[in-house]
């Protein structure tokens, strides 16, 4: 059983990014994801929001890395429907203890609704947010 999926930097695209969706949502067995790095060229929210849903059934995960460009900034894959279901996503994993969100412009709106996320994540040890822009707020 596979338990550690590093998939960083691979441009995936649109129909990657679909396909790896389908793919994550029967691995929940996994223990520690890597999806770093800018996984498109394109702005693809559809994909990205499979993704993320895909992210809910991995109840075993407890290291997730999705640092860099592109990957949930507001400059990125997701939009604000995709971020608030990463952020549903994250709230059913109370088991993480790493998270490692670094380089996606989150800015002061998507940190308030990271904060609700991080709240539900007791067993949390290892928190990267550098390069969001969190701004003052």
Do not use: F, H
Not at 11 to 37: F, I, R
Not at 72 to 99: F, K, N, S, V
């Amino acid at each position: 059983q596979l338990t550690t999926l590093l998939l960083s930097w691979n441009k995936l695209g649109a129909e990657g990014a679909l396909g790896l969706a389908g793919a994550l949502a029967t691995m929940t067995q996994l223990t520690k994801l890597n999806l770093s790095g800018d996984y498109s060229d394109e702005k693809d929210s559809e994909g990205a929001l499979e993704l993320t849903r895909a992210l809910r059934k991995m109840t075993q995960l407890r290291e997730l890395e999705l640092t860099g460009p592109r990957v949930i900034g507001l400059a990125g894959a997701l939009d604000a429907e995709g971020r608030q279901e990463l952020w549903r996503a994250l709230e059913t994993m109370p088991q993480l203890t790493t998270l490692l969100l670094g380089g996606n412009e989150l800015g002061a709106e998507g940190a308030l609704g990271l904060a609700g996320a991080l709240a539900t994540m007791t067993q949390l040890t290892e928190l990267s947010l550098g390069g969001n822009e969190l701004g003052a707020q």
